[in-house]
């Protein structure tokens, strides 16, 4: 896969379908990497050109010294689009992603279309939390969290319809770098937009899994009354909902972009 120079990091991306059409990129959740997006990059390759990438520390990205902050993570972004060459998009980004996507709407505007912020928030969490989430993590590495990732992600029925699904997400974050999860948490743990969502002009859609533990529907709506532009899809699912309900998941972001 193509790897690019993000400041301090080496950021890994992959792009699918026609570089002439519309962009739309998406941006992973914590502790997974791009190959999450893989229904929306096979719904969406062949109207737009569809660009995924390994938020730094995660995938196949480097991991380069941190703390990170919301503004690295978000600029990464930018600079990806500068790389392709890539003047506007749609981003597409869920949970961590997705307050990424929020400081993307606040500070950088005029590179986007639409801006889709999935199971987030404008503050997800509580900084202590973050903090000795990442002191395990650095301690006794990513096995602990991976073994019970599954349910903070998905709903019961899933995990046991969808197993090897679910399998493979929960390895994926047992093998990942510790540290880029670690520096990623400490990005959390200080990231709050709850102050400058007002200052938002771009459409957003804010997508709200209903049985999502994690970053609740009234995160959500916290957002939607903040936010000028702003409107909400409930969606059926727990945290990370474009794999648990794909087809609702594409069908609304299609309908929004449109």
Known sequence: MPTFISNDASINYATFGDASQ???????????????????????????????????????????????????????????????????????????????????AI????????????????????????LDRA?????????????TAASRWFTLPFIQSQATIVETLSNDLAASSAEGYANCCEALAKADLREQLKDITVPVLIVAGLQDPVTTVTDAQFMLDRIPNAQIFEI?????SNIESPSEFNTALTDFIN
């Open 22 to 104: 519309p962009a739309i990129i998406f941006s992973n959740s914590l502790g997974t990497n791009y190959e999450m997006w893989q229904q929306q990059f096979n719904h969406f390759k062949n109207d737009y050109f569809v660009i995924c990438y390994d938020t730094r520390g995660h995938g196949a990205s480097s991991a380069p010294q941190g703390p990170y902050s919301i503004e690295q993570l978000g600029q990464d972004v930018v600079n990806l689009l500068d790389h392709l060459k890539i003047e506007k998009a749609t981003f597409c980004g869920i949970s961590m992603g997705g307050l990424t996507g929020q400081w993307l």
């Open 107 to 130: 500070h950088h505007p005029q590179r986007f279309n639409h801006v889709i912020v999935c199971n987030t928030a404008a503050k997800i969490g509580q900084e202590q939390a973050w």
């Open 135 to 147: 002191a395990l993590v650095r301690e006794q590495g990513l096995a602990p969290i991976a073994s």
């Open 236 to 240: 059926n699912a727990s945290h990370i």
